[in-house]
């Protein structure tokens, strides 16, 4: 009697021994999700882009935000970059970001690096005093009452000191400090490298990739930072970018150009999609350069940690 063996049906390489081979039916429902997933998040962005460079018969014509483009008009961006609060706005917020994210860093890689070896001054009650504010919050009466009882209202460093450190920030690049081997510091300090060069020839090159995420995560808090201008800025020059988005969208205020009298505007709601536009657009376009450092810089400094 003979008997027939069977084709044995060879796994994915890739894939795990206890994992299922993905089904038909699987693999549908996920592409539709991710699919979902996708148009959820592309269409309102191309809603906002849309009715930025409409014409105003198309605006009226659609009877408000614009799915389908007819005809563009750059008129939008032309008067919030002619000049005025929108302008001066970016500007602002372009210097907020740009001292904030260097000044933060600084202080984070220099306390991280700190904190990091083992021999420090200070090094367990330093740390310790660090994390305990995960569970003790100052509050926001003494934060206000500390920030003008130190002169910083109506000042750019009102939005940059108050969150200068984030503790979670200050956690992931110690703990990848920490994972630097030690003989290659020693060996440093025997060849007579100070503290502050191993730092910035040795530590900072191998240190690319939190660095670049930390930068990310703090440029990111700087650009959008809207509560902090509402308590401490009053001064109308010195709006970010977000503050005037919320006085335009939200407050329903009148967007006030300079040079714009006896131009006729566009529509308003072109303007006011206009600015979320340049609000989002500087975020988005620095994000897919940073990318690439996020699982190893984020994950390998989290989870060793």
């Not at 969150?163 to 992931?172: P, R």
């Amino acid at each position: 009697m003979t008997t027939t063996l069977r084709p044995v049906r060879r796994r994915h390489p890739e894939r795990p021994a206890w994992e299922e081979d993905p089904t038909v039916a699987g693999q549908a429902a996920k592409g539709v999700v991710l699919t979902g997933v996708v148009l959820a998040v592309l269409v309102p962005l191309w809603v906002v882009l849309v009715t930025s460079l409409a014409s105003r018969q198309t605006i009226n014509a659609a009877g408000g935000l614009v799915v389908v483009p007819r005809e563009l008009d750059l008129s939008a961006y032309r008067i919030i970059f002619s000049g005025g609060q929108v302008s001066k706005a970016l500007l602002f917020t372009t210097l907020l970001t740009v001292l904030g994210t260097a000044f933060s860093l600084i202080l984070t890689v220099l306390a991280a690096y700190g904190l990091s070896r083992p021999g420090s001054v200070l090094h367990r009650g330093l740390l310790f005093y660090f994390l305990l504010t995960f569970l003790i919050y100052p509050g926001l009466v003494p934060s206000y009452l500390v920030v003008t009882g130190l002169g910083l209202k109506d000042s750019i460093w009102a939005l940059i000191l108050p969150g200068a450190v984030s503790v979670f920030n200050l956690v992931v690049v110690r703990a990848f400090f920490q994972n630097i081997p030690a003989e290659l510091l020693d060996s440093a300090r025997v060849d007579g490298a100070g503290e502050f060069r191993i730092l910035a020839r040795i530590v900072l090159p191998l240190s690319r990739a939190v660095i670049a995420v930390v930068g990310l995560f703090y440029a990111v808090g700087y650009w959008n930072v809207w509560f902090n201008a509402l308590l401490y800025i009053d001064d109308n020059e010195k709006f970010p970018i977000q503050r005037v988005l919320q006085s335009y969208i939200l407050a329903g205020q009148a967007p006030q150009f300079s040079g714009a009298t006896g131009v006729t505007l566009p529509p308003t709601l072109a303007i006011k999609m206009a600015v979320v536009v340049v609000t989002v657009a500087p975020i988005a376009l620095v994000y897919p350069f940073v990318q690439r450092y996020f699982t190893r810089g984020v994950m390998i400094g989290a989870v060793k940690g």
